[in-house]
């Protein structure tokens, strides 16, 4: 990883750790009971649990909570945009996206249901650690901090977030995995999605 796209990172990292910490400070409680009730209008899209079952929709459950803050973020800010989370997200306080977050970050994920294409096992070993994906979203690709969980998504979900960074139509904190998909072909992205959606959920330490 170089040293530019990791200084970009960390200070992505700080500062949202700084929202996290903004947050808690004017909230006494917060945690993943209250996300619990909060998390029924997110249902509907990202299933029970955060368990989506509709590829299209990320599954929500086991990424980490700093991502989620972060996410949310963005979205309620206008800096990540999309039909139905963009209103969802305008409604949210610091509070209510940090106990959002810290409920589905205690979910579970499932047992992974994909199964990588033979001939795509390799190569998208290969691609994940040629673009650096090891290096931000974790050896395992569980994620870490403000990025999020890769292994065991929908490949659909996968796919399409891919391609919007390639087409630079996809908001980010950092401007890293912008910079990091342009490398990519077509094929490329499909390979990784591929590869990413079957590799093994790892469980939560």
Known sequence: MSRSLFSRRAGAAA?????????????????????????????ACHG???????????????QPKQFIVSALYQFREGKRQNEIMSPMAAKLSNADMNDLAAYYAAQ???????????????????????????A???????????????????KDYLRAQLASFKASTRGEMDGVMTSAAQALTPDDIDVLADYLAGLPVAAAK
């Open 48 to 62: 029970e649990n955060g368990n989506s079952t509709n590829p299209a929709f990320p599954s929500l459950s086991g």
């Open 15 to 43: 500062w949202a750790a700084a929202l996290l910490l903004s947050a808690h400070a004017g909230q006494a409680v917060a945690g993943a009971e209250e996300g619990r009730a909060k998390a029924q209008t997110c249902v």
């Open 108 to 134: 579970p994920a499932p047992a992974t249901q994909h199964k990588t294409a033979l001939a795509n096992v390799e190569k998208g070993r290969q691609l994940s650690v040629q673009n650096n994906c090891v």
């Open 136 to 154: 931000c979203h974790a050896a395992n690709l569980m994620g870490q901090q403000h990025i999020p969980r890769l292994a065991g998504q929908h």
